[in-house]
Each structure stands twice: as structure tokens, then as C-alpha cells.
């Protein structure tokens, strides 16, 4: 069964935005009655800086399949066993901490995966 160009092209770049959103959420703990406006604020941009890292890497994979796609593999595989261990820590849990790391990481080696297949297949057609 052949995938088509277009689902090739636009899937990583969906999962990626869902990814980049769904990491966002976790932001929303910098909210806090107790604070002003402006440190809930600063402590929200804080909190959202691997957001915007992931959003810079997302503009560059558009165009720059190739480099993007080895970029996302780097983050999602390389940040795993960080975050495998530092849940572990906290809830002394392999199933768990391996549950943490598939919605958190994986997805982004996935997304990188499909950027480096949609590269190559658009080079292989192209004469």
C-alpha cells in the first residue's frame, strides 16, 4: 500500500504541532494566584522555552527535512533515558516511567523519523 505524498508531507508536521501543544500544557502550572501578573508571566515564558526550541525546530524541519528530522530524532531519542530516569526517581516505577517517556519523547523520534522518510521519498521521485 502506498502512502501518498501528501500524508507523507503533512503527518509529521501535524504530530509535531499536537506535540509542541500538548508539551505547552505543562506550562500552565506557572500560573499561581499568589504572584503578580508579571512574575505569573515571566514564569510562564520560562516554563515555555522547550516550546518555542520545539516551534524553531518545527520552521526549520518545513523546509529542511533532512536536518530536522535527524534534529527531532536527536531530541526524542536522546532526552528519553532523562526523562526515563528522573520519573523513575520519582515513582520508583519502570511501567510508569517507560509510559512517561512514550507520550512525552517518543512521539518527537517519530516525528523525526517521518521527516527523514518524506525527505528521501520526495528526493527518490524527483528526477
Known sequence: MKISRRVLHWMPRIICIIGILFISM????????????WQQILGLLMHLIPSFVLIILLLL????????????MIIGLGL??????????????????LGVISIIT??????GLLFIISHYSKKRRVP
Open 26 to 37: 505543562f506550562s500552565l502550572d506557572a500560573l499561581n494566584s499568589e504572584l503578580t501578573i
Open 61 to 72: 524541519s518545513w523546509k529542511r527535512e533532512l536536518i530536522g528530522g535527524i534534529f527531532f
Open 80 to 97: 528519553s533515558p532523562f526523562v526515563f530516569m528522573h520519573n523513575f526517581k520519582m515513582n520508583q516505577s519502570i511501567w510508569i516511567s
Open 106 to 111: 517518543i512521539p518527537f523520534a517519530i516525528v
